[in-house]
């Protein structure tokens, strides 16, 4: 017997302001907790939610919200991350350099390390990060 769920999805629009990663967390913790998942999984993926908003958020323009979807259907999730910069900025490093002690720039290498694909595309000022992980 096959059983097939429908999609779930959660779509939220933060303020470009770093208090507003602990209660994008909590909505997350929330979601996930009736999404089946297990807590390792859970734990990833607030972890790169939290890396990315905190990315779209140093580079929002003014008073833009960033913008972040998640959705399963119970063989995947998938997280996208969206903001509008206010000028064009320098791509983020592909890779942190094996035995770098800079302080900065470990969130993608971080997200990396913990999701199945990771795709960025730019367009007209506005970046969007996708993520996907198999369950």
Do not use: K, Y
Not at 117 to 130: A, C, K, L
């Amino acid at each position: 017997m096959v059983s097939l769920r429908p999609p779930r999805q959660l779509i939220l629009e933060l303020a470009a302001d770093f208090a507003a990663l602990g209660r994008l967390r909590d909505q997350l913790r929330a979601w996930l907790a009736e999404s089946d998942v297990t807590p390792t999984v859970r734990d990833d993926v607030l972890l790169v939610a939290t890396e990315l908003c905190t990315n779209a958020i140093e580079a929002t323009a003014d008073d833009e919200p960033v913008e972040v979807q998640l959705t399963t259907d119970g063989s995947s999730l998938r997280l996208s991350v969206a903001n509008v910069a206010p000028s064009p900025g320098r791509e983020p490093d592909a890779e942190l350099q094996h035995g770098s002690l800079q302080e900065r720039g470990r969130g993608l290498a971080i997200v990396r390390s913990l999701v199945d694909t990771v795709v960025m595309t730019s367009d007209r000022g506005r970046t969007v990060v996708r993520t996907m992980q198999l369950l």
